[in-house]
């Protein structure tokens, strides 16, 4: 009985080991200084480890160290293999008062001050006492900080006007997870972070208009309805902005005195709120995005899985277009289709980043290319493109790459790539053909299955690549190990050919040929002379399964194809003079980066052999 017990209590260590998260509540109190782009707070912390680790040390983002000259950011963008086209300002030129910096004061741990070591843009912190595993502890600080000049993601002053952006602007603790702390320096890359529930006052000059992640709390004294509020009569004197969270691993703002702030119903009481400049220029589309944002989400929720919160916000700031939680900043100069392009892009990140969150830094292309993927089939379905291939530039991308000479592995560090190039498509083009590609492989109706199932099963939890790999074997009954391995820890690439197509009357062999190092399953399509088609489905053996026939079309499955063996072949009950025509991957989903060698049109060759004669 004894050993019994110690069996069950083996497995409790282990699952808990598997699945904990830890726990983490903010209250944060700042007090805005509008004429200096200062800053100072009061920041209380509620941390509860529930790892099974003894903790001894802690961390802390401090992100607006970045950006000065000299700093890490600073170096990488001077000595990448490429230019970083994100940054549009050279970090090392701004002066003192277009630096940013983040600076900690009296740190305590329950109410005692604790030793810190600060390298730029992570705080080191060695506790007090330890903290064993399903404790808590309350950490408090002071903090201050300066607004850079709008660099990256964050700042002041956009190319829009937006006075302030305010992203990653508090002391933030970094994620402790399975694989230990993520404490990497920022380079302008990505982020990870601990759910929690945020409580965050913001005392500001009560002429501007905030908005934020979270619910507003206090739009009585803000200004009646909110939605609807007036400039102050008194020009003098601050407001506080009140905002609660829940379970969200991120915070952030932004601050304009000539914000226009409308909302929006969407889907299952969702309240959608946009900011943005009251600009003639942009309004009239600023206007028609509200629709079709709820239709986004709508999208979204049917695709992924419902929406969590009630709250988003679309405001205008920042550079480009960034995801935060329950908001995104992005710029508002634009024509519609862009408009709508970087919101439904921003918006699908709340799925993928924000409520199953997997950690960019290492898994980059699962936020980036995922919400790639579902963003850009939505803008096919709700603009009524009705593209025949939406996902054409994707996998026009990743050829480019792919023969680009610079490709990296997709489980490359997101700060160590050396092209900037190569992050960028191997991120989202690369990330997005994977999900594409898997439909292939498994077939459309299971990939949304998959990406239900895994949605629900895997929210606030940080899957990783395997965690996805298992659902999508689960839901199809086909070992995927093999394609998580080639497509995203290599950068073999997918090339097959057709080698040979010799017959006589009433029987023809097809020859094939595996150029490229990664193995898929082949779908060949065949077309005869009387207008009659069949597919000729080839799995591997990797695979132990394969999909149903997704096609109209007469379906013929063979026997499996071993990897180790570069050549196959199959035989048609057909003369090879009845064949109009053979194709390997016909729908196109499969990225062979030379597809030149992928048709057999023997017309064609008797006019190249006629025009040799010549």
């Known amino acids: 009985?004894?050993?019994?017990?110690?069996?069950?209590?083996?497995?409790?260590?282990?699952?808990?080991?598997?699945?904990?998260?830890?726990?983490?509540?903010?209250?944060?109190?700042?007090?805005?200084?509008n004429i200096n782009n200062q800053y100072k707070g009061i920041q209380k912390i509620e941390y509860t480890n529930n790892s099974p680790e003894t903790l001894r040390k802690v961390f802390f983002h401090l992100y607006f160290n970045a950006f000065r000259p000299g700093s890490e950011m600073a170096i990488r963008q001077d000595n990448s293999a490429d230019k970083n086209t994100r940054f549009k300002i050279d970090i090392d030129s701004l002066g003192p008062k277009q630096q940013g910096f983040l600076k900690v004061y009296n740190l305590s741990q329950n109410g005692k001050l604790l030793k810190t070591i600060?390298?730029?843009?992570?705080?080191?912190?060695?506790?007090?006492?330890?903290?064993?595993?399903?404790?808590?502890?309350?950490?408090?600080?002071?903090?201050?900080?300066?607004?850079p000049d709008l660099v990256r993601r964050a700042g002041k002053n956009s190319r829009d006007g937006i006075e302030y952006s305010m992203a990653q602007w508090y002391p933030k603790?970094?994620?402790?997870?399975?694989?230990?702390?993520?404490?990497?320096?920022?380079?302008?890359?990505?982020?990870?972070?601990?759910?929690?529930?945020?409580?965050?006052?913001?005392?500001?000059?009560?002429e501007y208009t905030v908005a934020a992640s979270g619910y507003l709390q206090n739009s009585d004294d803000i200004g009646k309805g909110y939605s609807k509020r007036k400039k102050p009569k008194s020009k003098k004197g601050k407001a506080e902005w009140h905002f609660v969270a829940p379970k969200v691993h991120d915070f952030t703002w932004s601050a304009d005195k000539n914000y226009t702030h409308d909302t929006y119903p969407g889907?299952?009481?969702?309240?959608?709120?946009?900011?943005?400049?009251?600009?003639?220029?942009?309004?009239?589309?600023?206007?028609?995005?509200?629709?079709?944002t709820a239709k986004m989400m709508e999208y979204f929720n049917s695709k992924v899985g419902s929406y969590p919160y009630k709250q988003y916000t679309v405001a205008q700031g920042g550079d480009g277009g960034m995801e935060y939680a329950m908001m995104t900043l992005i710029t508002g100069g634009r024509s519609f289709n862009s408009l709508f392009g970087v919101?439904?892009?921003?918006?699908?990140?709340?799925?993928?980043?924000?409520?199953?969150?997997?950690?960019e830094t290492k898994h980059e292309w699962m936020d980036e290319?995922?919400?790639?993927?579902?963003?850009?089939?939505?803008?096919?379905?709700?603009?009524?493109?009705?593209?025949?291939?939406?996902?054409?530039?994707?996998?026009?991308?990743?050829?480019?790459?792919?023969?680009?000479?610079?490709?990296?592995?997709?489980?490359?560090?997101?700060?160590?790539?050396?092209?900037?190039?190569?992050?960028?498509?191997?991120?989202?083009?690369?990330?997005?053909?994977?999900l594409s590609q898997l439909g292939y492989i498994i077939g459309k109706e299971n990939l949304f299955k998959t990406l239900r199932e895994y949605f629900n099963e895997w929210k606030f939890k940080h899957p990783g690549p395997n965690d996805f790999r298992r659902v999508a074997e689960r839901v199809s009954g086909i070992q995927l190990q093999w394609y998580l391995t080639d497509w995203t820890q290599t950068t073999n690439v997918i090339d097959y050919k057709i080698e040979k197509v010799k017959g006589k009357p009433g029987k023809t062999k097809v020859v094939l040929y595996r150029k490229g190092l990664m193995p898929m399953p082949l779908e060949v399509l065949v077309k005869y002379n009387d207008d009659k088609?069949?597919?000729?489905?080839?799995?591997?053996?990797?695979?132990?399964g394969e999909k149903s026939n997704p096609f109209n079309i007469n379906w013929k499955v063979k026997p499996d194809w071993f990897w180790a063996d570069p050549y196959y072949s199959f035989d048609l009950e057909r003369g090879v003079d009845e064949i109009e025509a053979i194709v390997i991957d016909p729908s196109n989903l499969m990225a062979d980066v030379d597809k030149t060698n992928n048709y057999y049109l023997p017309k064609m060759k008797k006019f190249e052999d006629k025009e040799l004669e010549k």
């Not at 069996?7 to 282990?14: C, M, P, Q, Y």
């Not at 699952?15 to 200084?33: G, L, N």
């Not at 919101?343 to 950690?359: G, P, Y």
């Open 533 to 544: 088609y069949d597919i000729i489905y080839i799995p591997i053996s990797l695979m132990r």
């Open 369 to 434: 290319g995922f919400t790639s993927f579902i963003s850009t089939l939505a803008e096919d379905e709700i603009l009524e493109k009705n593209q025949e291939f939406p996902m054409e530039r994707r996998y026009n991308d990743y050829y480019r790459l792919a023969l680009s000479g610079t490709e990296m592995p997709q489980s490359t560090n997101a700060n160590r790539y050396e092209y900037n190039y190569a992050y960028e498509n191997t991120a989202y083009d690369k990330g997005a053909v994977f």
């Open 343 to 359: 919101t439904c892009h921003e918006l699908a990140h709340s799925w993928f980043q924000h409520v199953l969150a997997t950690n």
């Open 118 to 147: 600060n390298s730029e843009t992570i705080l080191e912190v060695e506790l007090d006492s330890p903290l064993f595993p399903n404790e808590t502890t309350e950490f408090s600080m002071d903090f201050v900080g300066q607004v």
């Open 173 to 206: 603790m970094c994620e402790y997870d399975s694989e230990g702390w993520n404490a990497d320096p920022y380079t302008g890359r990505e982020f990870h972070g601990v759910w929690g529930n945020f409580d965050v006052k913001i005392k500001i000059d009560k």
């Open 267 to 292: 889907p299952n009481e969702v309240t959608l709120h946009f900011f943005y400049k009251n600009d003639p220029k942009i309004i009239d589309n600023w206007k028609k995005l509200q629709p079709y």
């Open 1 to 33: 009985m004894k050993n019994l017990t110690l069996f069950f209590l083996f497995v409790s260590i282990v699952a808990h080991s598997q699945y904990w998260q830890q726990e983490i509540d903010y209250k944060i109190e700042v007090d805005f200084d």
